[in-house]
Nanobody
Framework: QVRLVESGGGLVQTGDSLRLSCAASEGTFGSYAMGWFRQAPGKEREFVAAISRSGSIIYYSDSVKGRFTISRDNGKSTVYLQMNSLKPEDTAVYSC????????????????WGKGTLVTVSS
């Protein structure tokens, strides 16, 4: 069982930046691809970004490409999501996820979920 705990959410203004972190409790963090998903109020959860175990393969959704950056530090068992040029439509609960590969994560193939952290972008 892998426990994932997100942090870094909050209230920001349009155009601001925010960095989310997701710390894994389990010692085999490096064995998992990691990803971020989000769910806006009244909408279905959507894929945001995924990174392979080594960090060599990265995927982004079209809606965040060029603005968000996913990265990981296997030594700290932590994955990050740097979010720049935030827009009101980025408002959502952002959840961290672990899976067997970045490709599977992109297809909603998630083995473990975090509880999420709320990001609110005001206009």
């Amino acid at each position: 069982q892998v426990r994932l705990v997100e942090s870094g959410g909050g209230l920001v203004q349009t155009g601001d930046s925010l960095r989310l972190s997701c710390a894994a409790s389990e010692g085999t963090f490096g064995s998992y691809a990691m990803g971020w998903f989000r769910q806006a109020p009244g909408k279905e959860r959507e894929f945001v970004a995924a990174i392979s175990r080594s960090g060599s393969i990265i995927y982004y959704s079209d809606s965040v490409k060029g603005r968000f950056t996913i990265s990981r530090d296997n030594g700290k068992s932590t994955v990050y999501l740097q979010m720049n040029s935030l827009k009101p439509e980025d408002t959502a609960v952002y959840s961290c996820a672990a899976g067997s590969s970045a490709t599977n994560l992109r297809r909603d193939g998630v083995d473990y979920w975090g509880k999420g952290t709320l990001v609110t972008v005001s206009s």
